[in-house]
């Protein structure tokens, strides 16, 4: 079985500051794990992933995190923050077994990130 | 399309009809999701499909809910007898194949009254 904690469901910080966002999994089995952003009004978007390889990816936009197996976490972090990084974030791990598929996706809580001016 | 479709975008039902959510996936994704959105919850997953057949469908919370994908392409998620725990947001995505990302639809908010 997975399951996926978001500790904080609302972050509020102020531009340019730097934000991370916290999660963590559980999981039976090896798992891929995922960040997607949630705009308002907007389906979810895939913000970064990770598959394989460094422990550390990356997003066109600032954003990176760090896959931590020792202590099952997969946070996300982005050094100076702007107002339309405003929105939902969710993490999520899909298991990594035989037949399994990558949309088959277990989701946290979310966690509400807001900046402000 | 450019991107997953789902239609309508809102849904008003009175409690006990019957609605029908469709979801347009990707032009050429092999695999279609449909997910569950409770207000301030992450998504939930409800069923999968692979062309036309579904592998899962272990996420249904009941006998109410049924899903289809006749040809592969669109998908038609219904729930008969609609109640108000029913209230949420319905989420498509689709991926081109089972190892490959899943894109997201806007969704479908089902209110029920």
Redesign the interface.
Known sequence: AQS?T?LDSQVPVFEEAPVELRCNYSSSVSVYL?W?VQYP??????LL?YLSGSTLVKSINGFEAEFNKSQTSFHLRKPSVHISDTAEY?C?VSPRDRG???????????TQLTVWP | GAG?SQSPRYKVAKRGQDVALRCDPISGHV?L?W?QQAL??????LT?F?NEAQL?KSGLPSDRFFAERPEGSVSTLKIQRTQQEDSAVY?C???LA??????????TRLTVV
Request: glycine fraction near 18%; hydrophobic fraction near 35%; avoid cysteine.
């Open positions: 996926v978001q995922f997607y009004n907007q389906g979810l978007q895939l992933k969710f999520a399994s598929t990558l949309g088959r996706l277990y989701f946290g809580r979310g | 997953v695999s999701f997910y301030g919850q992450g998504p939930e997953f999968y692979q899962d989420l995505a689709s991926s089972g190892y490959t990302e899943a894109f997201f639809g806007q969704g």
